[in-house]
């Protein structure tokens, strides 16, 4: 049997001719990235951009409301001492000792008739 295969390849061949080689299969290429492709890719590429950009604009923004915070927490701090100053101060001012000895240089009398006793 081999030899009829072998008679009827030589058959077929030409002098001159090179014995034939199976052509090769084709390879298949891989697709090139379409244009649906490309523009998914960039939609996400735009969404992730934004996405940062919110990012960073929300953080500016608590930082700029943490400073204006501690910013007025100092401010009330402040507030806070002047006014215990100032409380001293009234609790100094209208002792009655004090009121007394102003009304007597300003020539001033104290009669017991007419003094009146406020509660606060």
Do not use: C, W
């Not at 990235?33 to 969404?47: D, N, Q, R, S, Y």
């Not at 004090?98 to 606060?120: C, F, H, P, T, W």
Request: charged share 25%; aromatic share 4%; no cysteine.
């Amino acid at each position: 049997m081999q030899n009829v295969a072998r008679s009827i390849e030589h058959v077929r061949r030409q002098p001159g001719q090179a014995p034939q080689q199976p052509a090769p299969r084709p390879r298949r290429q891989r697709g090139k990235i379409t244009k649906g492709e490309k523009m998914l890719l960039g939609m996400l590429t735009v969404a992730f951009l934004l996405f940062i950009g919110f990012s960073v604009h929300n953080y500016a923004t608590m930082y700029s409301v943490n400073r204006e915070i501690h910013e007025l927490e100092q401010t009330v701090a402040a507030q806070e001492q002047i006014n215990d100053g100032l409380s001293l101060q009234v609790v100094e001012l209208s002792s009655p000792e004090r009121i007394l000895k102003i009304a007597k240089s300003l020539g001033m009398k104290l009669e017991d008739e007419n003094v009146k006793v406020v509660q606060n």
